[in-house]
Each structure stands twice: as C-alpha cells, then as structure tokens.
C-alpha cells in the first residue's frame, strides 16, 4: 500500500466540533459490525453498550464468565451472583451462557471475540497498548484481564481522549508506561479523530472539529489519510 | 474422600500454616465468606492465597491481610476502591505480591489441575511481567511460558451438592470455583443446598464430585 499524499487529505470527512464521551461511544457502537462477539472494558467503553441497536444484534461477553450480558440491573433487578467485570450488577438476555474463569479467557484468548474495547494512558503509532499501570514507584500494580484483551480479541479498538490535561498527545511515537500489549491496537477513537493503527503506520480515518494539518501539528507520530475503503 | 461437614469451623479446621489457599469468588460473586471467616478464626498463619482481587472493604479476605496472616497474594488486580488493608500492608512491604493477568491466572489453575507443566500465551510479552520469563516465537506470535498454580487447599462456594459432591453454580458466581477445585489437594465448598444423590441431573453438573473432598451447607 503506497502512503497517502497530502493532496488527498482534503477529502477527509471533518465534523465541525471535538466529540463528547457520548458521542464518541455512539460512534464505536454504529462502527460494530453485525453478529458480533464483543468485549467492552472498564469505564468509558461501557457506554458503547448504550448505543449498540437491537437489529445489529451484537452479543456481550463479560470476563467474569458470561456471554449474552445485558443492561445494568435496576431495582429488583438487581442480583448478588450477576455481575459485570465491573462488579456491577447486570441482566442477563435470552440466549445468554455461563462458564467458569478458564473458559472465559479461552474465549478470548483463542481469538474468538471479534472486538474488545478499551480504554488507554497512551497508544504507539505501530499499536502498542499501555492502560495498566503508571510505572509510578508508589503505585500498585493491578492488571486484571487487560493483557489478554488486548492479545486476544481480532480487533482492539481504545477510546480515549486524544490529550492529556496537559496537552501531551496520548498517540506516540513509543509507550512510556508500561506495555499492556505489543502491536495489538488496530482502531483509536478519540475527541479529535479516528485512527487506524498498524504495520503501516497511523492512517486517519476522520477528524472532528480540526483538519488533518491541525492533528498533525498535536500528534509526534506521521499521519496520513486512510484509503476511502476504510472510512 | 468425600466428606460431610456439619460447620465450616470443622470443615477448615485442617489447614495448616504455610499453606497455599485457593479461594473463589469474583467481587461477591461466589465468594466463600463463612469459610473465610472461619479460616481466620481457625488462626492459620503465613498463607500464600490465591484470589483474583486481594480483598475488599472489612471483610473476609481482607481482614486475613489486615490481621498479617497472609505472606503473600497471587492475584490480578489487588487494587481497588476499597482494597485499604491490603495496600497499607504492600506499602509497609508486609505482603508479598504476584501479580498475574487474569487469563494466566485462570489457565495457571486449571493447569494445576488438569496435570499440564506449563503452557505458553502471548498474553503478557513484551511487558514487564513477562521479564525474566522464558519466551518462544510461536506461529509468529511472542509467547511467555507460563506454569501451573498448585494449592493445599480450595475453599469455593456452589449452589447445590448431591451426595457425591457433584457442584452447580449460579450465574456469574461460577467464576473460579471448578477450576480451583481441581488444582488443590483438598477442595472444601460450601453450598447452600445439598440434594440426594440422582439429585442433580447428570447432564447440568459443572463439578464432578470427584474433585471435591469437603462440603458444608451454609444457610
């Protein structure tokens, strides 16, 4: 694949404002595709679940032991033995299964989820995930199910917002944090734009409320447009 | 041999100090408290336990850590809201911490128990945990060599034995339980039924009694 000229950067699809949460969420659920198996993380991905339509008929799995995971439990609803990752009480839809820990990672280790959603501290242009730990010495080490997420699943899709408070652009060139997986990422949902990550370096699939010149200028790594086949 | 137990004071009562405890449970989900609770009045010392969290709030497994009875966690995510006495204790360096990605955990497990020595995954290379771990490429993938987690003793809780220890769960409170009862020497596991045998439909049993030594009804 040859690389994208800036010529063609101009038929980038530009939205007019920086993406909300919601938003963003609404996006990566419209972008998964039907009938498939999918993982969403801890903390912002949960919100995909929200926008995910019944006709795409898209079946969650839970690491704790669960395919077919519905909506958070609400009031009666509520029961001790059903939960999420999150240790949040859920529902569960018909059609749904249970397995015991062993299983459950099978599942995902073995390649058999399409998409899992995570969260990130940062991504490296050639998709190394680092969301585990700080490196911080005084800080705890938890790790969870994070590593196999992200080796597991065929796709790994982050969303996160594109800066830190400080500005620093969370897309680099290589992780600072501790690695949670090598090579893993495929797509980056963030406030400012998508990118598809991989061997060939970061594409740009779309913008929100900046052309591709003013991304560039925030992002240390080579953008380039993606191929309208991926948009 | 399978046995019956009236308590779970009885039931724990042979665990020895020093030794390795499997317990089930993920958050609440199938967590074994009363057999906890009477592992910490039972005053065995020096435990390595095995857990995917280290504790939560004031109660069960992380009062064992706040009254120093465990040597060292093997688990996946120590850290939460309300693990304090588990991170008061790391942070004066009075526990010991493994820290495993939760798959490797789950499969180190069922490792132990299904006989296997070792097994490689990608999951973890190329981090700072694989460091110091043999690694190989496979089908052109990075891999870390992983082995099993053996333990003394599991305590696990189910929904309902017959009388050959045949386990069901319930709903995500499965978790840990039947592979943990395979990879110790002695699997205790409390349930809050206990049904005849032919009980249980043969079809629907998750753990086979043969993996289970001890079981007490907890109401």
Not at chain 1, 156 to 175: I, N, Q, Y
Not at chain 1, 209 to 228: I, S
């Amino acid at each position: 694949m040859s690389a994208q000229t800036s010529s063609e950067t101009g038929s980038i699809q530009t939205s007019g404002t920086p993406l909300g949460r919601d938003d963003l969420a609404r996006l990566v659920a419209k972008d998964i595709k039907p009938g498939s198996f999918v993982n969403l993380g801890i903390g912002q991905p949960t919100l995909v679940s929200n926008y995910l339509e019944p006709e795409q008929d898209i079946t969650l799995h839970t690491e704790n032991g669960m395919l077919g995971m519905g909506p958070e439990a609400k009031g009666d609803e509520i029961d001790e033995d059903l939960i999420n990752a999150g240790k949040i009480p859920v529902t569960e839809l018909p059609g749904a299964s249970y397995f015991h820990h062993a299983d459950s990672f099978a599942i995902m280790r073995g390649g058999h989820l399409d998409i899992c959603v995570l969260g990130a501290f940062q991504v490296s242009a050639t998709g190394d995930l680092a969301n585990w730990h700080t490196g911080a010495p005084d800080a705890i080490p938890a790790v969870g199910g994070a590593m196999d997420l992200a080796t597991g699943a065929k796709d790994v899709f982050v969303m996160m917002t594109l800066l830190t408070r400080d500005g620093a652009s969370k897309l680099v060139e290589a992780c600072t944090y501790p690695l949670t997986g090598v090579g893993c990422v495929t797509r980056v949902y963030t406030d400012k734009a998508v990118f598809l990550t991989g061997p060939d370096g970061v594409q740009v699939r779309e913008t929100f409320g900046c052309t591709l010149e003013e991304l560039q200028a925030l992002v240390p790594v080579p953008l380039t447009a993606a191929p309208a086949v991926e948009r | 041999m399978l046995n019956f137990i009236d308590t779970v004071g009885e039931a724990v009562a042979g665990i020895k100090d020093g030794s390795t405890v499997m317990i089930g449970g993920f958050g609440n989900a199938g967590q074994p408290f009363e057999l906890i609770d009477a592992l910490m009045d039972c005053g065995a010392r020096e435990l390595t336990v095995v857990n995917n969290n280290a504790g939560q709030g004031d109660q069960g497994l992380a009062l064992l850590i706040k009254e120093g009875r465990v040597k060292k966690m093997i688990c996946s995510f120590p850290r939460q809201s309300d693990s304090w006495h588990f991170d008061a204790k790391y942070k004066a360096g009075e526990i010991e911490l493994e820290l495993v990605p939760q798959g490797n955990l789950a499969e180190r497990i069922r490792a132990a128990g299904a006989g296997i020595g070792g097994f490689f995954t990608p999951t973890g290379y190329g981090t700072m945990l694989a460091e110091g771990k043999e690694t190989r490429i496979i089908d052109g993938r990075g891999q870390v060599f992983e082995t099993p987690i053996h333990a003394d003793v599991a305590l696990i809780k189910a929904l309902k034995a017959d009388g050959k220890g045949n386990l069901v769960y319930r709903k995500t409170a499965r978790n840990f339980g039947p592979i943990m009862a395979a990879a110790a020497k002695h699997t205790i596991a409390q349930v809050s039924e206990i049904v005849p045998v032919g009980g249980l439909d043969p079809e629907n049993v998750v753990t086979p009694g043969i993996y289970v030594n001890s079981i007490v009804k907890v109401a």
